[in-house]
């Protein structure tokens, strides 16, 4: 099974990969109430592999759109990064900046020096591939 957006996400691990950090909380799971599953973690190409279990795209993505608005919103104060990655928005065949999180002029730029996409269920479907459903 595959959660799609514009392309591949996150999907059902193999027995290589590990599971979400999130497990049964993973945003896989939330996506529809029939196809539930917990997606692989996301490293990126040139991240080495701590051995510390990462969360899916997904639930990054979750994190921190909570983060983001709990910071611009209510205020709390975060001393560091909240975010692992960023992403390449109003360019042809990238994201659009209507769907991204961009740290406003005047906001804590230091604790996300990225645009990234946020995070709303309904814009993902599960598909599924070559696996029969029982």
């Known amino acids: 099974m595959v959660v799609s957006e514009r392309n591949r996400l996150t999907r059902k691990s193999n027995t290589q990969e ?5 497990d049964s909380q993973c945003e896989c799971n939330f996506i529809s109430k029939d196809n539930g599953f917990t997606g692989v973690e996301f490293l990126l190409p040139n991240e080495i592999d701590t051995g ?21 919103y209510a ?20 994201y659009s900046n209507d ?7 005047g ?3 230091q604790c996300m020096p990225l645009p990234s996409v946020s995070h709303q269920r309904n ?3 599960v598909v599924t591939q070559g696996i029969p459903l029982v």
């Not at 590990?18 to 999130?22: D, P, T």
């Not at 997904?58 to 983060?67: A, D, K, P, S, Y």
């Open 52 to 72: 510390v279990r990462q969360t899916c795209i997904l639930c990054h993505r979750r994190t921190v759109q909570t983060l983001f608005y709990d910071l611009l």
């Open 75 to 94: 205020g709390r104060p975060f001393k560091g990064v909240i975010q692992r990655f960023g992403n390449i928005c109003s360019k042809v065949g990238e």
């Open 107 to 109: 906001g804590p730029v």
């Open 123 to 125: 814009r993902y479907t």
């Open 18 to 22: 590990r599971l979400c950090v999130m």
């Open 99 to 105: 769907v991204m999180l961009i740290c406003p002029i």
